[in-house]
């Protein structure tokens, strides 16, 4: 759950990257974890005894069952009033500058290869950053969409992409769809607004209008404004939140998804 829910590493405070689980139940970043192990034997979170990285387990994929079913059943020919209003805001920055590139960000691979089919029907030459993908896969589409002669699109994994990347090549991002920590969302867009970035950013949210999405940005507001808070509280030296509370946080927000 907190994978999914995209937690923070108790260790460097990064997304969760190559998660690992402890056999005391912890989540963590696993060169973070190894690194821990490998200086302190203890878990940073319980203290319990951690003897080496074989007491680490990666957590299970969802390769069966109904999450496996629903994806066979997604039909990628299929489009959107969302892809069409992208597949507009492509081809008109293409056509007013052709040397525009665009980062296209989504949470969920299965969205990007609807937007992929779509991207082929209409000719627009594109590559992918996903966390599926093998790192040397990956190093080569972070060159190509870097590279002048390279393509003009990139579909990305919201999760791959927020942290640790360059990607200032890119002057246009495209937010297809809303995740509730807004700092997971500016760490993507991040990528691309970066030292070293030489042209204006231009950034398109694309929101469905009377759907649990406004709900979701209404969530996004609220949690800038507990941000904006604790960072007075914590200089008037008070104590930051705990993993637990973070988790209790996140149910809350499905709870008002639901009403």
Same mark, same amino acid.
């Given at each position: ?12 405070? +990064?997304? /969760?990257? !190559? $998660? *690992?689980?402890?056999?005391? #139940? ?27 990285? +074989?007491? /680490?387990? !990666? $957590? *299970?994929?969802?390769?069966? #069952? ?194």
């Amino acid at each position: 759950m907190a994978i999914e829910a995209q937690e923070e590493c108790p260790v460097c405070y +990064e997304v /969760l990257h !190559d $998660p *690992k689980i402890t056999a005391c #139940g912890h989540p963590f970043g696993g060169s973070c974890i190894e690194k821990v192990i490998e200086t302190q034997h203890k878990c940073p979170m319980c203290r319990a005894p951690l003897a080496s990285t +074989e007491d /680490l387990v !990666d $957590p *299970k994929p969802e390769t069966s #069952g109904a999450a496996s079913q629903n994806k066979s059943d997604i039909n990628t020919d299929s489009s959107s009033t969302k892809i069409n209003a992208l597949i507009d805001i492509l081809q008109a920055s293409q056509k007013k500058d052709a040397t525009t590139k665009t980062i296209v960000f989504s949470q969920w691979t299965s969205c990007l290869d609807i937007i992929q089919r779509q991207l082929i029907v209409n000719n627009i030459i594109f590559c992918r950053l996903h966390g599926s993908m093998k790192a040397l896969d990956r190093d080569a589409s972070i060159d190509a969409i870097n590279s002048d002669h390279g393509p003009s699109v990139m579909l990305a994994s919201v999760a791959v992409c927020s942290v640790g990347l360059n990607l200032s090549k890119a002057n246009q991002v495209v937010l297809m769809d809303s995740w509730w920590a807004p700092a997971i969302e500016d760490q993507a867009v991040d990528r691309v607004h970066r030292l070293g970035q030489a042209r204006e950013v231009t950034v398109f949210r694309l929101v469905m209008q009377e759907s649990i999405e406004e709900r979701v940005l209404g969530i996004q507001e609220e949690k800038r404004k507990l941000m904006t808070q604790a960072f007075g509280e914590v200089g008037k030296g008070k104590l930051a939140r705990t993993s637990a509370d973070r988790r209790e946080a996140s149910v809350r927000d499905i709870q008002a998804l639901l009403r």
